[in-house]
């Protein structure tokens, strides 16, 4: 049977994209890590960070240099999450929260991997799109 154990990061200092990332979770670095490799555990899944010579950072978006990957983080409220992460050193890219307040925003961490924060608490999501809940 398949079981997810890792999702792992390239970058150029894994302790410096772990601790970015330790923050806006709220989750400790692995003990342990070092240079080479850092984690944070989330239940039975890892976010790892993996040092990589010559990193070179992907530039959403443009497709030359190619995202690769983003994570998504589910949030109650967007405005008291963005102000966090921005202090944490991510780039707000793009907005798509629509007049409801739900939908996202897309950011990059401090070397450019984009991520976003999501508000889609009671969204529906069917073929023709999401259905959106009423604002609270």
Not at 10 to 18: G, H, I, V
Request: overall charge negative.
């Amino acid at each position: 049977m398949l079981r997810l154990t890792d999702f792992i990061i390239d970058c150029p200092d894994t302790m410096k994209l772990a601790a970015f990332y330790s923050e806006v979770t709220g989750r400790p670095v692995k003990e342990g890590s070092s240079e080479d490799w850092a984690g944070i555990q989330f239940g039975e899944i890892e976010l790892a960070f993996i040092r990589v010579d010559d990193y070179r950072a992907p530039q959403w978006p443009d497709s030359e240099h190619p995202k690769q990957f983003h994570l998504d983080f589910e949030v109650d409220e967007i405005e008291p999450e963005q102000r966090r992460v921005l202090d944490l050193g991510a780039t707000l890219r793009q907005d798509f929260i629509g007049p409801n307040g739900y939908g996202w925003r897309i950011y990059t961490d401090p070397i450019g991997h984009p991520f976003c924060l999501c508000r889609n608490k009671g969204v529906i999501w069917t073929d023709q799109g999401p259905t959106w809940p009423e604002r609270d």
